[in-house]
C-alpha cells in the first residue's frame, strides 16, 4: 500500500519561501508515475500545483510556473516542493499525491494527509 | 484552461435519497474526468474515473456517467457517511483543473 506524508515548517513569512517534502512509502518513487502538489485555501476548492515524472522531467501550472519548483530525491524516495515569494494568498492545506493511469485513464489515487501552510508575519 | 463548473455547489438530502451532481468542462474532454470525496479535514479520495469508472473499493452506490463537456455523479442511495463534498476534476490536460465543489448536507 502507497502512502504519502507531508512534511515542513507550517508558519513561512510574506516574501519568503515556502518548503515541503513529501516521503513515500510503500513502493519506488523510480516507477513511472507522476508525484504532484496540489493545494487547498481554507474553506476553498483543489487547486493543482505542479508535477513531477520519475525522470524529473517537470509540469506546472501557469499561474504559479513564476515562483514554483518541485524536485525529486530518487534516494530518499522524496519529491518537494519549493514556491517564492509568498503572500496571504498561498496560506493553503498542501497535498502531495500520485498522479496514476489505468488504461491510459489518469487520476490521483494516493494522496498525503495534507499539512497547513501558513504566510504571516 | 479548462473550467469545470459544479451544480448545484451545495444540495440538501435524506438518507436513501437518490443524488445527481452535474460538472460541465469549457470544452470537449472526451471521458476525461474524475471524480473525488472529501470529507473535512482529509484528503480526497477518488471515487470515479475515466467519467464512468469506479476505483477500486468503492461502494456501488456510486456512478459516474457523460462525456464529451457533461458529466454526472449519481449516489443511489445516500448514506450517512456520503454528506460531504464532492469534486469533478478533467484528466485532460494540464493545467488540472478541479470543479468548484458539492457539499451535499442533511435536509
Known amino acids: 500500500q502507497v502512502q504519502l506524508q507531508e512534511s515542513g515548517p507550517g508558519l513561512v513569512k510574506p516574501s519568503g519561501t515556502l518548503s515541503l517534502t513529501c516521503t513515500v512509502s510503500?513502493?519506488?518513487?523510480?516507477?513511472?508515475?507522476?508525484w504532484s502538489w496540489v493545494r487547498q485555501p481554507p474553506g476553498k476548492g483543489l487547486e493543482w500545483i505542479g508535477d513531477i515524472y520519475h525522470s524529473g522531467t517537470t509540469d506546472y501550472n501557469p499561474s504559479l510556473k513564476s515562483r514554483v519548483t518541485i524536485s525529486v530525491d530518487k534516494s530518499k524516495n522524496q519529491f518537494s516542493l519549493r514556491l517564492n515569494s509568498v503572500t496571504a494568498a498561498d496560506t493553503a492545506v498542501y497535498y502531495c499525491?500520485?498522479?496514476?493511469?489505468?488504461?491510459?485513464?489518469?487520476?490521483?489515487?494516493?494522496w498525503g494527509q495534507g499539512t497547513l501552510v501558513t504566510v504571516s508575519s | 484552461d479548462i473550467q469545470m463548473i459544479q451544480s448545484p455547489s451545495s444540495l440538501s438530502a435524506s438518507v436513501g435519497d437518490r443524488v445527481t451532481i452535474t460538472c460541465r468542462a469549457s470544452q470537449n474532454i472526451n471521458i476525461y474526468l474524475n471524480w473525488y470525496q472529501q470529507t473535512p479535514g482529509k484528503a480526497p479520495k477518488l471515487l470515479i474515473y475515466?467519467?464512468?469508472n469506479l476505483h477500486s473499493g468503492v461502494p456501488s452506490r456510486f456512478s459516474g456517467g457523460g462525456s464529451g463537456t457533461d458529466f454526472t455523479l449519481t449516489i443511489s442511495s445516500l448514506q450517512p457517511e456520503d454528506f460531504t463534498t464532492y469534486y469533478c476534476q478533467q484528466s485532460d490536460s494540464t493545467p488540472r483543473t478541479f470543479g468548484q465543489g458539492t457539499k451535499v448536507d442533511v435536509k
Open positions: 475515466g467519467a464512468s
Open positions: 510503500g513502493g519506488s518513487i523510480n516507477y513511472p508515475y507522476w
Open positions: 499525491a500520485r498522479w496514476s493511469d489505468g488504461y491510459n485513464l489518469y487520476f490521483f489515487d494516493y
